[in-house]
C-alpha cells in the first residue's frame, strides 16, 4: 500500500470561507469583540433555523449543558440518566453541581442511549440494587440522551419515558445540527431543537457540523429557562455588557453567583456565515457517508451505519465497526496502521463507565453496561468532513477495503501470525 502513503487524509479540516474571514475583520474594525450586536443576530438566526422560541449563545456546549440543568433545579444528591456512550461533558456538568450520573448502555447498532436498559437502572435503583453511592432514595430529576454522531434519538418515546418517570430532558445535541427525525413516512419532519426537549444543547467546537472555533448554544421554548440560562452565563448579572454600554446606562446588580459563558462576537462573526451554508454542508457529509457505505457495502470485515429513512442524519461521525471475529488484527492495531498509511481516524468513544474517575467514585464495572463495553472496543470513526476532496475519500475507502482483505481471517497465514506480520511491517515502514 505504499501510494496511500504519497498523502495525508486528516481526521478533520475546516471548512472557512472568505465571508467568515470578512465578518470578524469586520468584527475587530468594529471595536466591539466581546458579546454584542453579532451574537445577538447569531442566536436570532439560530433559533429560526432549529424553529426554537429562545435561544442563548454561549462558549461551549459544556456550558449550555451546565446551564441547562442549573436552570432546571438540579440539586446536589439527585440522579440524571447519562448514556455511558459519550463525551466527558454529558456527564461531568450533573457533577459540577454535585449530582450524580446514572450510567446507561447504548444501542448495539445506533450506539444512542437505550431507554429500556434507562428503565432497569431506575428498577434496580429503588430496589437498592445499584452500588454505593446509589440510594434506594436517591431522586431521578432528569435524562439527557445524545444524538451519537449526528443521528437523532427517537424524541418522543424520551419524552414519553420521562413523563412517565417525571423527568426533565435536556438534549446534547453536540453531534446533530442540522438533523431532524419523523415516526414515520407518513409524519413531517421535526428539527433537533424544535420542542424536542427541555432544552437543547448545540456544539460549535471547531470539528462540528457547523464552527466558531470554540462555542455552543442552549434553545428552548420556555423564556424562564432562558432567562436564567442567560443570567448566569455572565456572573449573574442583571444585565450584560451590551445592554450597559449601548446605551442602557452603566448600573447591574449581580442576582445570583453566575459563571462566565459568554461567546465573543468574533466567533459569532464566523457562526452567522457558517449557519447559511450548514445545509450545504450536511448535504456533502451525506454524500460521503453514501461513498462510504457503498464502498463498504460487500466487506464482510466491518460493518457501516445503517440509512435510515426517518432520519435526517447530520453525519458528524461516520463510525465503522470491525468484525473482530472476520479479522486477524485488534481494533487499536487496525488503527495504528491506519495512521500508518495517511488516514486519520478517531473513537466514540471509550465509555464513560470505563474511565478511572466513574469506576473509582461510582464503583461502575464493564458488565453493568455490557453493550458499550462490547461494542467501544471494534468502533473506530473514519474522516467525513464537507472539504474532503475526492482522492481523499477514495484513500479512504482504498486503505479501509484493503487493509480487510488483506488481513482477513481468511488468509493464508494462522491469525497470531498475520497479526504480528501486519503490525510489525506497518510500524516500521516496510510497504505492505
Known amino acids: 500500500m505504499t501510494e496511500s502513503r504519497q498523502s495525508v487524509v486528516p481526521y478533520f479540516r475546516p471548512e472557512l470561507t472568505d465571508a467568515e474571514i470578512h465578518e470578524v475583520v469586520e468584527a475587530l474594525k468594529s471595536g466591539w469583540l466581546t458579546s454584542g450586536p453579532r451574537v445577538k443576530k447569531f442566536e436570532e438566526q439560530f433559533a429560526r433555523a432549529v424553529g426554537a422560541s429562545h435561544a442563548v449563545a454561549l462558549n461551549s456546549c459544556t456550558a449550555a449543558l451546565h446551564l441547562a440543568v442549573e436552570a432546571l433545579g438540579l440539586r446536589s444528591g439527585e440522579a440524571v440518566l447519562v448514556p455511558t456512550m459519550t463525551f466527558a461533558a454529558t456527564?461531568?456538568?450533573?457533577?459540577?453541581?454535585?449530582?450524580?450520573?446514572?450510567?446507561?448502555?447504548c444501542e448495539p447498532e445506533t450506539g444512542n442511549l437505550d431507554l429500556a436498559d434507562a428503565a432497569r437502572k431506575i428498577e434496580a435503583l429503588r430496589a437498592g440494587r445499584l452500588q454505593d453511592p446509589f440510594r434506594a432514595s436517591t431522586r431521578v430529576v432528569g435524562i439527557i440522551p445524545v444524538h451519537v454522531g449526528g443521528r437523532m434519538v427517537d424524541p418522543s418515546s424520551?419524552?414519553?419515558?420521562?413523563?412517565?418517570?417525571?423527568?426533565?430532558?435536556?438534549?446534547?445535541?453536540?453531534?446533530?445540527?442540522?438533523?431532524?427525525?419523523?415516526?414515520?413516512?407518513?409524519?413531517?419532519?421535526?428539527?433537533?431543537?424544535e420542542k424536542t426537549a427541555d432544552v437543547s444543547c448545540f456544539s460549535f467546537y471547531a470539528n462540528k457540523t457547523i464552527t466558531t472555533g470554540e462555542g455552543g448554544m442552549a434553545v428552548t421554548e420556555d423564556a424562564a429557562?432562558?432567562?436564567?440560562?442567560?443570567?448566569?452565563?455572565?456572573?449573574?448579572?442583571?444585565?450584560?455588557?451590551?445592554?450597559?454600554?449601548?446605551?442602557?446606562?452603566?448600573?447591574?446588580?449581580?442576582?445570583?453567583?453566575?459563571y462566565k459563558y459568554n461567546l465573543t462576537d468574533l466567533a459569532a462573526g464566523i457562526g452567522l456565515h457558517q449557519l447559511e451554508r450548514a445545509e450545504t454542508m450536511r448535504v456533502r457529509r451525506e454524500e460521503i457517508a453514501a461513498r462510504y457505505r457503498e464502498a463498504f457495502s460487500g466487506i464482510d470485515e466491518l460493518e457501516v451505519p445503517g440509512d435510515d429513512p426517518d432520519r435526517i442524519h447530520a453525519w458528524h461521525l461516520f463510525p465503522i465497526r470491525l468484525r473482530e471475529s472476520a479479522l486477524s488484527v485488534t481494533r487499536d492495531e487496525f488503527i495504528e496502521v491506519l495512521k500508518k498509511e495517511g488516514i486519520g481516524c478517531s473513537v466514540h468513544w471509550r465509555p464513560l463507565h470505563l474511565?478511572?474517575?466513574?469506576?473509582?467514585?461510582?464503583?461502575?464495572?464493564?458488565?453493568?453496561?455490557?453493550?458499550?463495553?462490547?461494542?467501544?472496543?471494534?468502533?473506530?470513526?473514519?474522516?467525513?468532513?464537507?472539504?474532503?476532496?475526492?482522492?481523499?475519500?477514495?484513500?479512504?475507502?482504498?486503505?479501509?477495503?484493503?487493509?480487510?482483505?488483506?488481513?482477513?481471517?481468511?488468509?493464508?497465514?494462522?491469525?497470531?501470525?498475520?497479526?504480528?506480520?501486519?503490525v510489525a511491517a506497518a510500524l516500521a515502514g516496510e510497504p505492505s
Not at 166 to 192: I, T
Not at 226 to 248: I, Q
Request: hydrophobic share 40%; with cysteine; glycine share 6%.
Open 225 to 258: 429557562l432562558a432567562d436564567r440560562m442567560r443570567l448566569m452565563s455572565l456572573h449573574g448579572l442583571s444585565r450584560d455588557a451590551w445592554e450597559r454600554y449601548s446605551g442602557g446606562g452603566w448600573d447591574y446588580r449581580i442576582v445570583a453567583p453566575g
Open 158 to 193: 424520551v419524552r414519553a419515558f420521562a413523563a412517565k418517570e417525571n423527568l426533565w430532558v435536556v438534549e446534547d445535541a453536540a453531534h446533530a445540527f442540522p438533523a431532524s427525525w419523523r415516526p414515520d413516512a407518513m409524519s413531517p419532519w421535526q428539527r433537533c431543537g
Open 91 to 105: 456527564a461531568e456538568i450533573v457533577r459540577y453541581l454535585g449530582g450524580l450520573p446514572i450510567l446507561v448502555d
Open 355 to 422: 474511565h478511572p474517575y466513574y469506576q473509582e467514585t461510582f464503583r461502575w464495572a464493564p458488565s453493568d453496561l455490557p453493550v458499550a463495553t462490547a461494542e467501544w472496543r471494534r468502533l473506530i470513526s473514519l474522516p467525513i468532513f464537507p472539504a474532503m476532496r475526492e482522492d481523499e475519500i477514495a484513500s479512504v475507502t482504498r486503505v479501509v477495503s484493503d487493509l480487510c482483505a488483506r488481513y482477513s481471517r481468511g488468509a493464508s497465514q494462522s491469525p497470531s501470525r498475520a497479526g504480528q506480520t501486519f
